[in-house]
């Protein structure tokens, strides 16, 4: 860390919230302005230097989580540690896989990342989901259930009566509704401690969901089109390419109150509840695709990326000389990093 990176200086935590969103704000976030002459920024590999490995995993890493709630920025406590220190102490979530001959996962497993050191929670365990709020809830969707982080013993309660072989979880901000995606393709909301389950008849075949920071959810079914369920019901998601081969949904940054990116091919989109969608600006090369993402926190952002976890501090970025090709567009940004550096200091105030 560099010394310019003062113990308890608030203005430098804003910087570093500023440069993080520059970086997956734009990498994945909030679309720059509407400029024609706008700059699309390519990914590559050369974006995943081994400097900013934070782990090395033995199988593909499919699901990455950064909770934004009080597990991780509790601003009671952050008074007593460094921005250092804090960093460190970041407990990021993670799901590794592998895919058999058949072209079917095989689970290896969900850990918690909790001071550089990986334990495994559950051995089933498939995707996880935080609430965004000061509590400081984690919850895991498993093959048999629901389970939630017991962070005194480092470790997954089971949770609720739910036992479904689940493959994605999404929770809402606050309260304790949490939506699971079943095996089979059925999507439930959850509630009353686990114990109550209903079946969302409107959600046909989903494969993915998301639920953003306004309790809207995202899927998409075999089409590959992304389609939101809203209090005014399904929408389909429109401005998107027709035929896509792969596609990925992808839990939002906190910037983005009613919307989440989606990975259409190589393309970053950003799509809303309202049913637009929008070119983020970021393209991916066909081989730098992270196989996870969490861009939740302004903070500080993880990738997964050839079995990989790499982290991406924007503070460090700017300050270093290893990704100058990052650091020259986060400073053609500059004013767009301007105004979601209002969101994030607001952002902070009510965390
Ligand atoms: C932080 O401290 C205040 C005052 O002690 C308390 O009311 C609040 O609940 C605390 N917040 C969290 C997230 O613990
Ligand atoms: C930690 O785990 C042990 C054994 O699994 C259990 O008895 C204990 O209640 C747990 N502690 C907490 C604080 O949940
Ligand atoms: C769960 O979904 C059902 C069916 O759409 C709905 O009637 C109910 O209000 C939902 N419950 C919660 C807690 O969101
Ligand atoms: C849809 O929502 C986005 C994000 O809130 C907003 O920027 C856009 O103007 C809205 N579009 C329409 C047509 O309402």
């Known amino acids: 860390m560099p010394t310019i990176l003062c113990k308890n200086d608030i203005t430098m935590k804003i910087i570093t919230s500023i440069t993080v969103l520059s970086l997956i704000g734009f990498v994945l976030g909030a679309p720059t302005s509407n400029d024609e002459d706008d700059e699309k920024f390519l990914i590559t590999k050369s974006m995943f230097p081994k400097e900013f490995i934070k782990y090395k995993a033995e199988h593909e890493i499919v699901n990455l989580l950064l909770p934004i709630n009080s597990l991780n920025f509790d601003e009671n406590e952050s008074s007593e540690s460094s921005s250092e220190e804090s960093e460190s102490e970041l407990l990021l979530f993670f799901v590794e896989a ?86 089979n393709h059925e999507v439930f909301n959850v509630s009353n401690g686990g114990t109550t389950k209903e079946k969302l008849d409107d959600v046909v075949n989903a494969k993915e969901i998301v639920v953003d920071y306004s309790n809207n959810l995202y899927f998409y079914s075999d089409d590959k089109q992304a389609y939101v369920r809203s209090a005014d019901g399904i929408k389909k998601i429109e401005g998107l390419p027709e035929n896509p081969s792969s596609v990925k949904l992808i839990k939002p940054p906190f910037i983005l109150e009613d919307g989440v990116p989606f990975i259409v091919d190589n393309v970053a989109y950003i799509i809303y509840a309202n049913g637009t969608s929008e070119h983020s600006g970021i393209e991916f090369k066909p081989k730098a695709k992270p196989s996870a993402y969490a861009p939740e926190a302004a903070m500080i952002q993880y990738y997964a990326y050839d079995k990989n976890i790499y982290e991406y501090n924007v503070l460090t970025i700017i300050l270093g000389t290893i990704l100058d090709e990052l650091k020259n567009y986060l400073n053609k940004n500059s004013e767009d990093i301007q105004s979601l550096s209002t969101k994030s200091r607001k952002y902070r105030q009510r965390a």
């Open 98 to 183: 592998d895919v058999d001959s058949n072209g079917d996962r095989v689970d290896q497993g969900l850990y918690v990342l909790k001071e550089d050191k990986a334990t495994k929670l559950l051995d089933h365990g498939r995707d996880a989901a935080a609430s965004g709020d000061d509590s400081k809830l984690v919850f895991f969707g498993a093959k048999d259930g629901i389970y939630v982080y017991n962070k005194d013993n480092n470790s997954a309660d089971k949770y609720g009566t739910v036992d479904d072989s689940i493959i994605a979880i999404a929770k809402e901000k606050t309260g304790d509704v949490i939506y699971i995606l079943t095996e």
